[in-house]
């Protein structure tokens, strides 16, 4: 059974950091490409960074330079680590895989098999 498992989530002022953990189970990691997504109430899902089986990473414009995506394949643990949180940052994150020889769209939530329940990031100004 594949199980993704967030934490790390928390309220923190803007200009704040977080990091979110992800550890996954039930599947063969190192074969996947995982992504982290955001969604806020009112908004659609949206993919925010992502890295693939062969370290590979792509990130959305508005957290390019503040957020980096990286893995531990030994604990099958992928991370996020936010820098410089503003208030748009704020929303529930998710941790999501897929096999890497599907293919996709790195940051596309339609292209992803198996999703965690979650961490919510809240930031105030």
């Known amino acids: 059974q594949v199980q993704l498992v967030e934490s790390g989530g928390g309220s923190v002022q803007s200009g704040g950091s977080l990091r979110l953990s992800c550890t996954a189970s039930?599947?063969?990691?190192?074969?996947?490409?995982m992504g982290w997504f955001r969604q806020s109430p009112g908004k659609e899902r949206e993919g925010v960074a992502a890295?693939?089986?062969?370290?590979?990473?792509r990130y959305a414009d508005s957290v390019k330079g503040r957020f980096t995506i990286s893995q531990d394949n030994a604990k099958n643990t992928v991370y996020l680590q936010m820098n410089s949180l503003k208030p748009n940052d704020t929303g529930m994150y998710y941790c999501?895989?897929?096999?890497?020889?599907?293919?996709?769209?790195?940051?596309?939530?339609?292209?992803?098999?198996?999703w965690g329940q979650g961490t919510q990031v809240t930031v105030s100004s």
């Open positions: 999501a895989a897929r096999p890497s020889a599907t293919g996709g769209f790195y940051l596309s939530a339609a292209d992803y098999n198996y």
């Open positions: 039930g599947f063969t990691y190192r074969s996947n490409c």
């Open positions: 890295v693939d089986s062969d370290g590979s990473t």
